[in-house]
């Protein structure tokens, strides 16, 4: 069965620093992979997604990752944070033939310092 | 348009204890699907429903059943609430089954259960 793997659950950056997110997936074939963000008290937004096609996606607010399929990760990185990217991050996977069921990683808390 | 809405927001049960969360799309989506996000353990998928006529069980469906009432509505019910029901439930959508479909999710309810 696929995974996701989120290694920090928490991370803390200032405004105008760069970010990077990491996800790493498990899964034999490609995979179809997401990355939503969730502020307090709202439900998931899509940020990108990666199916096919050049490795690295651009997505809204800035963002963008890149696909690396020799290191099984999908990484979400914005060269300059702002305050209002406070936010739980979320990366999940999907797979050919597994209709639109998502596995989801533990998600990243991000901080924001002023 | 109001995309993702679901009912009611906040909820108290009492240990044995029966409940209906309403979901409802105005997207004309064929997907929809069920989800709980529990802290560090991210979104973990309940049931969903491919189609209007169809549902299927996802990864965590004990304790569940869920009715596509139309194209629109995916409810999902607690027939004997349990404390370890306690959670965030969201509902999301999607155009189709497939793998690179974007789900879009509603603002979430938080159940509680004593």
């Known amino acids: 069965a696929q995974s996701v793997t989120q290694p920090d659950i928490h991370i803390t950056v200032s405004e105008g620093a760069s970010l990077e997110l990491r996800c790493n997936y498990s899964y034999g074939a490609t995979p179809y992979l997401f990355w939503y963000v969730q502020s307090p008290g709202q439900g998931l937004q899509l940020l990108l997604k990666?199916?096919?096609?050049?490795?690295l996606v651009q997505g809204i607010k800035g963002f963008e990752a890149e696909f690396k399929r020799s290191q099984s990760s999908f990484n979400l990185r914005k060269p300059s944070v702002h305050w209002s990217d406070a936010a739980e991050y979320f990366c999940?996977?999907?797979?050919?033939?597994?209709?639109?069921?998502?596995?989801f990683g533990t998600g990243t808390q991000l901080k924001v310092e002023l | 348009n109001a995309g993702v809405t679901q009912t009611p927001k906040f909820q108290v049960l009492k240990t044995g204890q029966s409940m209906t969360l309403q979901c409802a799309q105005d997207?004309?989506?064929?997907?929809m699907y069920w989800y709980r996000q529990d802290p560090g353990m991210g979104l973990r998928l309940i049931y969903y429903s491919a189609s209007e006529g169809t549902t299927d069980k996802g990864e965590v469906p004990n304790g569940y059943n869920v009715s596509r009432l139309n194209k629109r509505e995916f409810s999902l019910r607690l027939e004997s609430a349990a404390p370890s029901q306690t959670s965030v439930y969201f509902c999301a959508s999607s155009v189709s089954g497939t793998g690179t479909d974007t789900q879009y999710f509603g603002p979430g309810t938080r159940l509680t259960v004593l």
């Open positions: 990666y199916f096919s096609g050049d490795t």
């Open positions: 999940a996977v999907g797979f050919t033939g597994g209709g639109n069921k998502l596995t």
């Open positions: 997207m004309n989506h064929n997907s």
